[in-house]
Nanobody
Framework: VQLQASGGGLVQAGGSLRLSCAAS????????VGWFRRAPGKEREFVAT????????SYADSVKGRFHISRDSAKSAVYLQMNNLKPEDTAVYYC?????????????????WGQGTQVTVSS
């Protein structure tokens, strides 16, 4: 499975971006998909995850209420809608496909990783 994350860019604080994660080679429609991010000088951290049918989602406390994860299984795509962005959201965002239909916040639960897309939020 190859994952391609896209949709990053430069936005002012308070703005919005929508990230997309597309799978090729093999779909991830039967697997949970998560978004993680790595800010400059920091460890990669969990952002959000969605189960294989989309009925279960989980978010990091830092993004809860501002970010929304969704998926379109027909397109084998997962999205991360990011609203009310803050400078501390600046990071490279990665999508990852889990080993199974449900996954948590740990990186160890995810098997395939995309290359990342840069999100920069200016103050």
């Amino acid at each position: 499975v190859q994952l391609q994350a896209s949709g990053g860019g430069l936005v002012q604080a308070g703005g919005s971006l929508r990230l997309s994660c597309a799978a090729s080679g093999r779909t991830h429609s039967n697997n949970a998909v998560g978004w993680f991010r790595r800010a400059p000088g920091k460890e990669r951290e969990f952002v959000a995850t969605i189960s294989w049918r989309g009925e279960s989602t989980s978010y990091a406390d830092s993004v809860k209420g501002r970010f929304h994860i969704s998926r379109d299984s027909a397109k084998s795509a997962v999205y991360l809608q990011m609203n009310n962005l803050k400078p501390e959201d600046t990071a490279v965002y990665y999508c990852a496909s889990a080993y199974g239909p449900y996954a948590g916040t740990s990186e160890g639960g995810y098997r395939y990783w995309g290359q990342g897309t840069q999100v920069t939020v200016s103050s």
